[in-house]
């Protein structure tokens, strides 16, 4: 029960990550976030990796898991992506958001 609580804790974070990544059009503001993304993604799946190992789920519920791992960043950010091109990046409600956003 509490890898399936950490996986949907991950995934969640993971879009939000992914969106305010998509939604970024300063490269200043893309490289830091690129960089802590991976470091921040690469142990993150270490800490699942061995949770779901541990647990010794079915393969079916592995894959689904690491699947969900996987495709949650890029949704976020083709969500992030399309939600940038509908709103002004400089109003003070995109900064507050965006500040919100890479908070975590």
Do not use: W
Request: hydrophobic share 50%; aromatic share 8%.
């Amino acid at each position: 029960m509490a890898e399936t609580v950490l996986e949907l804790g991950i995934v969640v974070h993971s879009v939000i990550i992914g969106i305010s990544l998509g939604a970024s059009e300063s490269p200043s503001t893309i490289r830091p976030l690129v960089a802590a993304l991976r470091f921040h993604q690469f142990f993150e799946s270490i800490g699942l990796g061995g949770c779901i190992v541990q647990e010794r789920f079915k393969a079916q519920a592995m894959v689904v898991m690491v699947l969900f791992f996987f495709l949650t960043t890029p949704v976020g950010m083709a969500l992030g992506i399309g939600i940038s091109s509908v709103y002004d990046e400089n109003s003070p409600t995109a900064l507050i958001v965006k500040g919100v956003f890479n908070s975590p």
